[in-house]
């Protein structure tokens, strides 16, 4: 049997946030995003936008000059990539505006240290249990996944409504994904339909095996605007080294049947799919051969950035002082209500047995408490070595 030693062979360093590859590119000067910005009256904007919205829209569009004078200027400045051209077109004037200014807060408020009242981006877990054991996931450690260590559990409906309630109005990006697999809830057609069109950014994570075709009509009839298939290879063998338990065939076969369905009975549907792998290897996982496998099924192809999840506890120590962005990014709330910054601490060891739970207190008060606050700090005053597992993560 082939271990994941064998199978990882890439070992970086350090990992920035977003793709590795994306078969829809960086920012294009033709973009749709960068297209309408350069259409807007910045004189009739200025009247009915609220004065500090106003000046991001403005920022992004004097940031889309100097890019295009200057073609390396956008390696510095937010503009927006590939994918968001794509997950914009289909939106209203207004919606595309506050898409525009969620994914400029997404992006550049965690790295300017930016506190909102609420995160960018809230990832609800519905399920951590998962029916794959794939080698670079938490889920192949046994003190996580096993029944008995009693982390393993299916996140309530009642629970998901609240949460939802509260993030309405305040937050735009949510993805229901995090340490297991989304389907394995029995109420997930439920929490699609409440979730419904209440969010820009509302995106799921699935490994596609339970793609049954009455789960595939409830996603394409909700609000979902985002759905990504886990997928790391084009080839069965490659893909079932890494995805231990999935079927390769079979999982095909279910992303190739959503396609099916979405355009002949959801011709008008604006939900975005993509396959996306992680790249653990340069070795097995080709993105040219990815993309040609995958681009008739899909509207996207990209591969993440790599970090040693599965041994998050056991990582050598490293000199990293930078800040983690996912501190000013990103909340995790897990399927029992406990907060996490991230699931890199997917045992939930980051507060010190005083994790806060969406049961006791608002998701706000936890995003702006002093115990989060203590948590920036350390970071800020380049503390890492003092969290674990910080001191362990390669993320910034």
């Known amino acids: 049997m082939t271990t994941p030693e064998q199978l990882i062979t890439n070992s ?25 910005l350069m259409k807007l009256n910045l004189t009739e904007l200025k009247l009915h936008l609220p004065i500090e919205k106003y000046k991001i829209i403005e920022l992004i569009i004097n940031n889309i000059k100097a890019a295009i004078s200057e073609p ?26 506050e898409y525009v200014l969620y994914r400029y807060k997404y992006n550049v408020f965690p790295k300017l240290k930016i506190l909102d009242d609420y995160p960018p981006c809230v990832q609800i877990e519905p399920a951590s249990k998962c029916n794959f054991r794939c080698v670079m996931c938490y889920q192949i450690d046994k003190s996580f996944s096993n029944k008995s260590a009693g982390h393993m559990g299916m996140m309530s409906l009642e629970m998901f409504k609240n949460i939802v309630d509260e993030l309405e109005g305040n937050v735009h990006a949510v993805t229901m994904a995090s340490r297991g697999e989304p ?75 959503f396609q099916k369905i979405r355009l ?46 599965q ?9 990293i002082v930078t800040p983690c962005t996912e501190l000013w990014r990103r909340m995790f709330i897990w399927q029992n209500g406990d907060v996490n910054p991230c699931d890199y601490d997917y045992k ?45 993560c390669i993320s910034c």
């Open 12 to 36: 970086p360093s350090i990992r920035t946030k977003g793709y590795e590859r994306s078969f829809l590119g960086e920012w294009n000067p033709q973009g749709f995003i960068t297209v309408e």
């Open 311 to 319: 041994s998050a506890y056991e990582n050598e120590i490293n000199e």
């Open 183 to 257: 389907t394995l809830n029995p109420h997930l057609s439920e929490m699609l339909e409440y979730a419904g069109n209440k969010f820009l950014g509302f995106k799921m994570n699935t490994n596609a095996s339970l793609l049954t075709e009455k789960m595939c009509h409830s996603i394409l009839s909700s609000g979902l605007k985002t759905l990504v298939f886990s997928a790391d290879a084009a080839d069965k063998e490659s893909y079932e080294r890494i995805r231990v338990n999935g079927k390769f065939e079979s999982v095909y076969k279910n992303i190739a049947r």
């Open 72 to 97: 390396n200027h956008y390696k510095n400045s937010y503009l927006p990539q590939g994918f968001e051209d794509s997950e914009a077109k289909g939106l209203s004037e207004a919606e595309f505006l």
């Open 264 to 309: 002949e009975q959801y011709p008008h549907s604006q939900l975005q799919t993509k396959v996306s792998g992680v790249k653990i290897s340069d070795i097995n996982q080709d993105f040219d051969q990815m993309v040609e496998f995958w681009k008739d099924h899909v509207d996207e192809v990209a591969f993440v950035h790599y970090n040693p999840w």
């Open 348 to 392: 939930t060891t980051i507060f010190s047995g005083m994790t806060p739970n969406i049961k006791n207190i608002s998701i706000s008060q936890i995003w702006r408490s002093e115990l989060y606050q203590e948590l920036r700090n350390n970071h800020l005053n380049k503390n890492r070595k003092l969290i674990e597992p910080c001191k362990r």
